[in-house]
């Protein structure tokens, strides 16, 4: 999953007991997100005291809990080269392998067996907190490589405020029908549009480029389409570069989860399914001009 998000070669990792989230950034106009929960690690320790006293040493307040109108649990963030650790993680494993494993409790953070790695390759995740190596150990047959990477404290991050604005529009689509959409879109077009519609035709994908123009709708056939919602009828163009950063994601993917909101800024989400349950990644793109 984090090589679906890998068009940035560093990372803000958020950190806390419900699992990591991988972030990555670019151009104030796209972001992008893998999930990994606790339930795709066979062992999963977070140390809130630590996390606390760091985050207060820093002067960071931990996130609202709006449901209970309490203080919520402290979040750690930390930044990572993403290409280190994508080169880390394939030392040993390959498309047909997998893992093991579990984790011990010293630290901020420790945990075992992310399901990225299948077979024989067991994997062991350890941080200690700001200021210290961010920890991998691979073990295969009896063969131990141990990577550290040094970390960074994160930068303002891009705030494209999608749940600022009230969604109007949201599909789940089965991967397989996007797969085909988007190996049909003309690269030499600089934006894709998307639309939808409360009438026919419900879904389009479209670009125009040097080779023409294509297009492609879609009906609410069950077949395609587990579920469509559209209060308005809007129609935003993005990048259409940015948009095929996410390919890779969508070739793991089984459902894609698509949203609009009335700002035209624009979610996907794509379902992939793992040994455990499925897992998440999310891009989110700001359109090229604002709808009115």
């Not at 996390?51 to 931990?62: D, F, L, V, Y």
């Not at 809990?65 to 494993?93: A, K, M, Q, S, W």
């Amino acid at each position: 999953m984090l090589r679906s998000i890998h068009f940035q070669n560093r990372t803000t990792c958020a950190i806390n007991s419900g699992g990591i989230v991988f972030t990555v950034e670019e151009a104030s106009s796209t972001v992008a997100q893998a999930y990994l929960r606790t339930d795709l690690f066979a062992a999963f320790n977070f140390n809130n005291t630590i996390a606390k006293e760091q985050n207060q040493a820093q002067g960071i307040e931990p996130a609202a809990d709006e449901e209970n109108g309490e203080d919520g649990e402290d979040t750690v963030y930390v930044v990572l080269p993403l290409d280190i650790l994508l080169d880390c993680l394939t030392l040993f494993y390959g498309p047909t392998s997998g893992a093991s494993g579990g984790g011990s409790t010293q630290g901020l953070l420790s945990g075992g067996n992310p399901m990225d790695l299948r077979g024989a390759t067991t994997a062991h995740v350890a941080f200690n907190g700001i200021g210290t190596d961010f920890e991998l150990m691979l073990e295969e047959r009896g063969v131990i490589s141990v990577c550290r990477m040094a970390t960074f404290v994160p930068e303002s991050s891009v705030d494209l405020d999608f749940s600022g604005s009230p969604v109007i529009q949201q599909l789940i689509i089965r991967s397989e029908w996007l797969r085909d959409a988007f190996n049909e879109l003309d690269p030499t077009s600089e934006t894709v549009g998307i639309s939808m519609a409360p009438q026919a035709p419900f879904f389009s994908i479209s670009t125009t480029g040097d080779n023409g123009s294509t297009e492609m709708t879609y009906s609410k056939d069950e077949r395609i389409l587990d579920s469509f919602f559209c209060s308005e009828e809007q129609e935003n163009r993005y990048k259409l570069a940015q948009i095929l950063r996410c390919k890779h994601a969508l070739s793991l993917s089984d459902k894609t989860k698509i949203r609009v909101n009335q700002r035209g800024f624009l979610s996907f989400q794509f379902m992939i399914p793992t040994d455990a349950d499925v897992s998440f990644v999310n891009f989110l793109f700001a359109p090229q001009i604002l709808s009115e």
